[in-house]
């Protein structure tokens, strides 16, 4: 049982990396991962609002979606869901530390529409998790998006002084980075079966 | 079904709805915080000298990048150099809109003409005045801010501010004459990016 909630952990933080294999939640990993700082800080937010939001999901799909035959409306349900769940950690950050609320400013309210946590939340309901495989695919899954945003992060803030040719300033390098890192993480793929 | 439907949604909506209630109200936030910690770093001469009328308004333009952090004069290098502690920025990085006077000033009493108002004495607010009614009053250098704020009050103008003499302890390399242009690297733009969302 243990070994398998192991290996949920690592093949969501690196084999089927959210970001670099499932291509899921790239708008804050090109646009948060200029700079080390705020990536740390978006990483960290992710990280509890993908949490939290996943067990959130789970509860209210088998505890209120099934019991009354609603499955149909899970989208909409986890969405609200993820809503509430992004805003009660804005305000608590907000309270808490006002200095990362200012860092993360607009895109803290944008994990709501990160299309990470709503494909974590679907995702759990698809392969069927139980509760405690749901929180650690949910919390996997936000660190290893915070691993790629952090790693992505430091690589462009040396490519930000870096003599780039003409043609691939700014955008294009930057996929490039991120392309070259998807090839990267392949090397992980043979990790878990 | 559809009943259900809309009772099961409607008592999850409600359910949340009280929970966001129930934590604005208990993280309220007063005022900005960042504010109340800019304002417990200055020194509360209220002097204006930043040229905003209060500690706090001078707080207020720091959260709001209108104001640098270098422009508190009492408050001095110890000042700004916690405030970019606090606020993550560079300390020396100078405003091009006003600088801080580098030359600090003291206010002196010219003690044969004072009357002994204890006006001056009113407006300092750091109590370097000494003196009482009808006695001569004198200025204690180390207390002083260099404020001014004891130059406007005085009836007989018998203060006069004077810089200050560097002592063993403040005296200060000079600046180099021409300082050494630094250039960024070629071609080196902050990237916009923000387009791609």
Redesign the interface.
Known sequence: MMTEYLLIFISTVLVNNFVLVKFLGLCPTISVATKLEPAIGMGLATTFVLTLSSICSYLVYNYLLIPFGLEFLRTITFIFVIAVVVQFTEIVIHKASPLLYQALGIFLPLITTNCIVLGVALLNVQEQHNFIAATIYGFGSAIGFALVLVLFAAIRERIAVADVPLAFKGVPVTLFTAGIMSIGFMGFAGLVK | ?VG??VI??GG??LL?GL??GY??GR???EG???VE?IEMLLPQSQCGKCGYPGCRPYAQAIINQEANINLCLPGGEITRLSLADLL?QNPNALSAKKQLEEIKMLAVIEESQCIGCTLCIQACPVDAILGASRQMHTILTQECTGCELCVAPCPVNCIQMIPMQPTLTTWKWPYPADSLSVKP????KE????S??
Do not use: S
Request: avoid cysteine; aromatic fraction near 10%; glycine fraction near 4%.
């Open positions: 079904m259900i439907a099961v949604i999850l909506a949340f929970l966001l934590a604005a993280f309220k936030i900005d915080p960042l910690q993550n690297p070629q071609g080196f990237e916009v990016e923000l791609l969302l």
